[in-house]
Antibody
Framework: QVQLQESGPGLVKPSQTLSLTCTVS??????????WSWIRQPPGKGLEWIGH???????YYNPSLKSRLTISLDTSKNQFSLKLSSVTAADTAVYYC???????????????????WGQGTLVTVSS | QSVLTQPPSLSGAPGQRVTISCTGS?????????VHWYQQFPGTAPKLLIY???NRPSGVPDRFSGSKSATSASLAITGLQAEDEADYYC????????????FGGGTKLTVL
């Protein structure tokens, strides 16, 4: 049973870079057939998909965050990471990592759902 | 404003059947992309409830069922129980604005 655990600073200053790591246990991050996502949820609000990375290292980002976002993989540690630059108060949220099973749509592209999720970590952007 | 529209709240009595709707458009559900559902209790991570429109992961009671038609999807809960009180989110893919996975705004279900 795969489990995921987020880690990183709980407080980041405005204009700085938010950095989080997700450690995967109970399975290899290198195994084919899955990608690995970051998802966030501002306090009291809904969910927003941030982006994901495949075991090959290829990434796809939410276009609304793309210019500030980097997701990377460290297979030796069975981890993947998130870096979000130039943060503002609007980036305050609980950040989740998740495993992404996928299906193929009618055009042959991979589309995803999320299972399981990490427990989440609250990141507050404040001076 | 979420791309997928859900009622903000819904309530039902124990034993009743409730349905949570998820309304999309031609760039997401109407384009044939699958819909998935998640259950979230306060202070905890979302948990997958339905994937691929109608499929239940192992361990999810058969009281939960999903359906999809045209530009909308629904999550039905029969035999409502107090433990079903939670937030529910739908999720699909949207091809507009560069394409991304999207969630509904969430529905808070209250068991009376």
């Amino acid at each position: 049973q795969v489990q995921l655990q987020e880690s990183g600073p709980g407080l980041v200053k405005p204009s700085q870079t938010l950095s989080l790591t997700c450690t995967v246990s109970g399975g290899s991050i290198n195994s084919g057939g899955y990608s690995w996502s970051w998802i966030r949820q501002p306090p009291g609000k809904g969910l927003e998909w941030i982006g994901h990375i495949y075991y090959s290292g290829s990434t796809y980002y939410n276009p609304s965050l793309k210019s500030r976002l980097t997701i990377s993989l460290d297979t030796s540690k069975n981890q993947f990471s998130l870096k979000l630059s130039s943060v503002t108060a609007a980036d305050t949220a609980v950040y989740y990592c998740a495993k992404d099973p996928y299906y193929y749509d009618s055009r042959g592209y991979k589309r995803h759902w999320f299972d399981p999720w990490g427990q989440g970590t609250l990141v507050t952007v404040s001076s | 404003q979420s791309v997928l529209t859900q009622p903000p709240s819904l309530s039902g009595a124990p034993g009743q059947r409730v349905t949570i709707s998820c309304t999309g458009s031609s760039s997401n559900i109407g384009a044939g992309y699958n819909v998935h559902w998640y259950q979230q209790f306060p202070g905890t991570a979302p948990k997958l409830l339905i994937y691929g429109n109608t499929n239940r992961p192992s361990g999810v009671p058969d009281r939960f069922s999903g359906s999809k038609s045209a530009t909308s999807a629904s999550l039905a809960i029969t035999g409502l129980q107090a433990e079903d009180e939670a937030d529910y989110y739908c999720q699909s893919y949207d091809s507009s604005l560069g394409g991304r996975e999207v969630f509904g705004g969430g529905t808070k279900l209250t068991v009376l």
